[in-house]
């Protein structure tokens, strides 16, 4: 029987070394034991998510700070969104409509015009402007211009601002919060050698944009009028901006075709009133011609749901790395834990 001389293998070692020990002597960094899931990772890969309330607070907090950021853009957009809708509905309803029909519509508004002493006075301490014209004609203000299915009147276009919206009949505050509105006891918005037609929008809403650029528009600037597919266009001659105590008094001006658009400024003070007024452009550019019951432009794509993902991304991805924890705080628990088990 052969005898194994153990001495004389592996340079002296006194005895084979066998499996799951250690082959340099002395060493403090024993290797992990396998068990059944396999061997444990290192470097912190198997570190655990812990629940924070927190960091959900934070998270939670981050999240309503970006919703409240992002509501203004969001609910103008929604807002011009479905106004633009309604404008294009309307251009399609009336583009089927009977020529004579429309012509006898139009034909109504001029006599209603012209039996019309129209004027607007603005009063002092009063925000909001009063017609002061008076009419002997037979017609009821409410149902001209009126064709179904949306009640809209007309519709305005500002380029300069990008504005492009419905006219309602009369300035309440439930007209003013969906659209602009048409100053009853003023020239309906149909054009006409001595006519003024006065236009009125809220400014600074949080929920729609309506007139609040209205202050950005400049001398020479255009504006267009859009009513049963007759498109009327008006160059900005003259801009005023009414003291809060002032009481001002807007008129015709003979043989003159002129169209005023009101708001309140400056913005989130509005104690003063701004009036832009424009003069009649004859012949109506073609652009304005060609731009008759197209669809809106605006509102654009919408930037603010990719500004709006990327802020919800980026907090999600934060509370969920804040539920791990960070490699510096747990190397020192770990030596901390180490020195309490060896007595330290």
Known sequence: MHVRNEESVGGGLGTEASPGEDSAAGTDHPIPAVGAAGPKRLGGAGKRWRFSWINLLIALSLLAGLSLVCYPPVAAWVSQYNQSNLVFDQAKANSERAAEEIASMLAQAHEYNEALESGAMFEGGRRVAEGTGQTKSEFDYWKLLTPSPTGTMARLRVPSIDLDLPVYHGTSDETLL??????????????????????????????????????????GDTFSVEVLGEVFTYRVNQIDVVAPDATEEIRPVAGEDLMTLVTCTPLGINSHRILVTGKRVVPTPAADLERAGARP??????????????????????????????????ARRRRREARHSSGE
């Open 178 to 219: 969906k659209g602009i509105g048409h100053l009853q006891g003023t020239s309906l918005p149909v054009g006409g050698p001595g006519t003024r037609s006065v236009l009125t929008g809220h400014r600074g809403l949080a929920s729609a944009e309506m007139f609040t650029r209205l202050d950005e528009v400049k001398k």
């Open 297 to 330: 432009e605006v509102p654009g794509f919408p930037w603010w749901i990719l500004i709006y993902s990327a802020g919800v991304a980026g907090i999600g991805v934060w509370y969920w790395r804040s539920g791990y924890e960070p490699v510096v705080a747990r």
